[in-house]
Antibody
Framework: QVQLVQSGSELKKPGASVKVSCKASGYSFTTYAMNWVRQAPGQGLEWMGWINTNTGSPSYAPGFTGRFVFSLDTSVNTAYLQISSLKAEDTAMYYC??????????????????????WGQGTLVTVSS | SSELTQDPAVSVALGQTVRITCQGDGLRRYYASWYQQKPGQAPVLVIYSKNSRPSGIPDRFSGSSSGNTASLTITGAQAEDEADYYCHCRDSSGNHLLFGGGTKVTVL
């Protein structure tokens, strides 16, 4: 079945970096864009941006530029989220999620809709001294 | 506009009907999708493309849209429908995606 499996919880000190992985299975990894969503404790969902799984080109939502980096390793069907210079306010659950509202092919992604499914199980990143 | 607005909370008696609304300028151009999130779990897509349900989602869930408002209706709410519900759509520019703030549904 189509599934996204994320890496385990992380406890980091302020100023450190973290890299979260998201391994896809059950579908053609490079056909659909991968998105990242943040959820701070007790808060709502926040879209962080997406990555073109054909080219590895990322696009970041406002507020997620600079310290956040999306990347891929298509040889193992895995997407990554790296956060550098961690702050206490980065403490959150981070989700990867496939967007099957369109498709990526020939280097471009074509989306008239955005339907997020499935979601990874989430990776809790805790930043504390 | 760069916001999708939802009521924070709503309650419904067991077996009754509840409608959750989502307002935003982007909804004039794009359909919303809706996600259900239960405590300690990842969100799940329940409605996409205005009123389509993924496999496994009960037909008591339905969606609609008019103007700048999208709605998710649960007809005959069950105890297991108690959850947070989020709408999702592009902003009015079409360049960014947004989530509503979420609506907590309590089934009484």
């Amino acid at each position: 079945q189509v599934q996204l499996v994320q890496s385990g919880s992380e406890l980091k000190k302020p100023g450190a970096s973290v890299k979260v992985s998201c391994k896809a299975s059950g579908y053609s990894f490079t056909t659909y864009a991968m998105n990242w969503v943040r959820q701070a404790p007790g808060q709502g969902l926040e879209w962080m941006g997406w990555i073109n799984t054909n080219t590895g080109s990322p696009s970041y939502a406002p507020g997620f530029t600079g310290r956040f980096v999306f990347s891929l390793d298509t040889s193992v069907n895995t997407a990554y989220l790296q956060i550098s210079s961690l702050k206490a306010e980065d403490t959150a659950m981070y989700y990867c999620v496939r967007d099957w509202g369109g498709y990526c092919s020939g280097g471009s992604c074509h989306y008239n809709n955005n339907w997020f499914d499935p979601w990874g199980q989430g990776t809790l990143v805790t930043v504390s001294s | 506009s760069s916001e999708l607005t939802q009521d924070p909370a709503v309650s419904v008696a067991l077996g009754q009907t509840v409608r959750i609304t989502c307002q935003g300028d982007g909804l004039r151009r794009y359909y919303a999708s809706w996600y259900q999130q239960k405590p300690g779990q990842a969100p799940v897509l329940v409605i996409y493309s205005k009123n389509s349900r993924p496999s496994g989602i009960p037909d008591r869930f339905s969606g609609s849209s008019s103007g700048n408002t999208a709605s998710l209706t649960i007809t005959g709410a069950q105890a297991e429908d108690e959850a947070d519900y989020y709408c999702h759509c592009r902003d009015s520019s079409g360049n960014h995606l947004l989530f509503g703030g979420g609506t907590k549904v309590t089934v009484l």
